[in-house]
């Protein structure tokens, strides 16, 4: 019993870490215009980071979705921060650091990046909608955010059934392949990190869909504990006059 046990914790632990989605931030670090060689490239309040190569270049893998600080150190130049830098599941977020020569030692430049319009590096047309404001929509369910979305009537995606949807929970497919149905309007509003939605055009890391692709990035633990709560009634306004 305890080896059977063994073999499965072996098998699902590489299991769940590939299932994990994240994203991967890339650029150039320069100073006067010319490339830096062997500058740090830090992912503020965690253990990600980089440094450059000989071209300046620099890349930063398997980053959790979220919003984060980006610094970019080297010696005898300002360090250059740039804040609400956005990590999108599956996708490049380019991100260049021009460094100015310091005139005092540990001068730091601070920067808030704008989120571009267009994901360049998406393949297809991609909906991605954040932490924020997946929390500030008036809906309950995921089911209801893809009905908010340019391609689908419902949930339905271009003209398909509600079954041929594919939904992925930390890049894990939740289809019950006995019914066609989804599970995906289990989970609760205020665990969402990021919703992104496909109509077509998937990639090839996707399969089992006909209609569209929802990719769901839940929130990851944090170390205070925190609750919420929430009423729905189908009372109307019952006052008099």
């Given at each position: 019993?305890?080896?059977?046990?063994?073999?499965?914790?072996?098998?699902?632990?590489?299991?769940?870490?590939?299932?994990?989605?994240?994203?991967?931030?890339?650029?150039?670090?320069?100073?006067?215009?010319?490339?830096?060689?062997?500058?740090?490239?830090?992912?503020?309040?965690?253990?990600?980071?980089?440094?450059?190569?000989?071209?300046?270049?620099?890349?930063?893998?398997?980053?959790?979705?979220?919003?984060?600080?980006?610094?970019?150190?080297?010696?005898?130049?300002?360090?250059?921060?740039?804040?609400?830098?956005?990590?999108?599941?599956?996708?490049?977020?380019?991100?260049?650091?021009?460094?100015?020569?310091?005139?005092?030692?540990?001068?730091?430049?601070?920067?808030?990046?704008?989120?571009?319009?267009?994901?360049?590096?998406?393949?297809?047309?991609?909906?991605?909608?954040?932490?924020?404001?997946?929390?500030?929509?008036?809906?309950?369910?995921?089911?209801?955010?893809?009905?908010?979305?340019?391609?689908?009537?419902?949930?339905?995606?271009?003209?398909?059934?509600?079954?041929?949807?594919?939904?992925y929970i930390d890049g894990v497919l939740m289809k019950d392949r006995w019914s066609g149905g989804n599970f995906q309007n289990s989970l609760s509003q205020q665990s969402l990190s990021e919703v992104s939605?496909?109509?077509?055009?998937?990639?090839?890391?996707?399969?089992?869909?006909?209609?569209?692709?929802?990719?769901?990035?839940?929130?990851?633990?944090?170390?205070?504990?925190?609750?919420?709560?929430?009423?729905?009634t189908d009372f109307g306004d019952t006052s008099p006059g």
């Amino acid at each position: 019993m305890k080896k059977l046990a063994l073999i499965l914790t072996l098998i699902l632990i590489p299991a769940f870490a590939l299932a994990q989605t994240s994203g991967k931030l890339s650029g150039t670090v320069t100073g006067d215009g010319q490339p830096l060689a062997g500058a740090n490239v830090l992912v503020k309040g965690t253990t990600y980071g980089s440094a450059t190569d000989e071209n300046g270049r620099y890349f930063v893998l398997d980053v959790p979705v979220g919003a984060y600080e980006i610094e970019a150190q080297y010696i005898g130049y300002k360090t250059l921060t740039i804040s609400n830098v956005h990590v999108n599941a599956n996708l490049t977020t380019e991100l260049d650091f021009p460094l100015e020569v310091a005139a005092v030692e540990g001068e730091t430049v601070q920067v808030v990046a704008e989120r571009p319009l267009i994901q360049r590096n998406a393949t297809n047309t991609t909906a991605i909608m954040d932490q924020e404001l997946v929390q500030a929509l008036p809906v309950r369910t995921i089911g209801d955010i893809v009905a908010l979305q340019a391609g689908a009537v419902g949930t339905n995606v271009r003209g398909g059934r509600e079954s041929d949807n594919a939904y992925y929970i930390d890049g894990v497919l939740m289809k019950d392949r006995w019914s066609g149905g989804n599970f995906q309007n289990s989970l609760s509003q205020q665990s969402l990190s990021e919703v992104s939605f496909q109509a077509g055009g998937m990639s090839a890391e996707y399969g089992g869909a006909n209609g569209g692709v929802v990719t769901i990035d839940t929130l990851d633990g944090v170390k205070k504990f925190s609750a919420a709560a929430q009423y729905v009634t189908d009372f109307g306004d019952t006052s008099p006059g």
